[in-house]
């Protein structure tokens, strides 16, 4: 089963018709696709009505990844004691409850930094981490190259089996040290994710310029490299029972356009779009 999405459900304005309230969109957004991704967890750990009010927004057979929140995967700039550590990671899986619960959360992404490379330490780190969230279902999702490069792909693939993290495939950039491979594989027979990043090079190391957030997702994908893509994922469904995959490229608003596509690729059926709003000056 492949099933298709985007990272977080507000700006994708070819889904909504003009004058869709914020606080409808994802209800809307639930008849395009059946899964999202929860960005904003990455900022804040939320309180549990939020995901509860979500839960009842959409129906049964939808799902959630949520993103790890920051300060559990090295990106704050706070330093943790190990008492404020245990209650980050307990009031992140406090928060995520209702989704658990409802048996709409699909996965924890825990998406490690660029600077996160592949030593003894950060090997130690992801068994912390697996083993503070307990049975949550965990994907993994690297941003160093060194954790793929030479003989260490194959035993990252290992490692990855053994601990049971879901894998959290990238297409993105080639850029070192601070990107991934497509490794197109599964480790875990349940699940693994696709993450579709764009392929926007130059936007990809602009960190230091204003409108870096702009520029770094800003990417359309061909027929030819969503073609490609069908065909792998085709491979990987008969590693896993699912597939997941979340479009992140939306600087542009490409996301959603390149998600339908690939469904359309893939045979699957499309929901409608609304009417355009007619232009006069076109």
């Known amino acids: 089963m492949i099933t298709i999405g985007l990272a977080g459900w507000g700006d994708h304005e070819l889904l909504y018709a003009p004058g869709t309230r914020p606080q409808d969109k994802l209800k809307v957004y639930s008849r395009y696709f059946r899964t ?16 509860e009010r979500w839960a009842e927004q959409v129906d049964d057979g939808f799902s959630f990844v949520v993103k790890a929140y920051q300060g559990m995967t090295g990106q704050s700039n706070k330093l943790y ?92 950039p080639q850029v070192e040290p601070g990107s991934v491979p497509i490794v197109a594989v599964s480790t875990h027979e349940e699940e693994i994710i696709v993450r579709f990043h764009g392929r926007n ?40 029972k699912r597939v997941t995959v979340i479009f992140n490229n939306n600087s542009g608003g490409d996301a959603a356009d390149n998600a339908r596509r690939l469904s359309e690729l893939l045979g699957q059926p499309l929901y409608p779009l609304p009417p355009k709003q007619i232009d006069l000056f076109e």
Not at 36 to 51: G, M
Not at 202 to 210: C, D, I, L, Q, R
Request: net charge negative; charged share 30%; hydrophobic share 40%.
């Open 81 to 172: 004691s190990d008492d404020e550590t245990a209650d980050m990671y307990q009031g992140f899986k406090a928060s995520i409850q209702p989704l658990v619960k409802a048996g709409k959360c699909r996965a924890v992404l825990f998406q490690y930094p660029p600077w996160f490379d592949c030593t003894r330490e950060n090997v130690r780190k992801l068994r912390v981490d697996k083993a503070r969230m307990g049975d949550l279902p965990l994907a993994l999702e690297f941003r160093h190259q060194s954790w793929f490069s030479g003989e260490m792909r194959d035993k990252t693939l290992a490692f990855m089996r053994q601990e049971g993290w879901l894998h959290s495939v990238c297409d993105e």
């Open 36 to 51: 999202v991704e929860v960005d904003s967890s990455y900022y804040a750990i939320h309180k549990p009505e939020l995901f």
């Open 201 to 240: 090079a130059a936007g990809w190391v602009s960190n230091g310029a204003p409108n870096w957030r702009e520029v770094r997702y800003l990417y359309r994908y061909s027929d030819a490299e969503l073609l490609g893509w069908r065909d792998r994922l085709l491979a990987l469904e008969r590693e896993s």
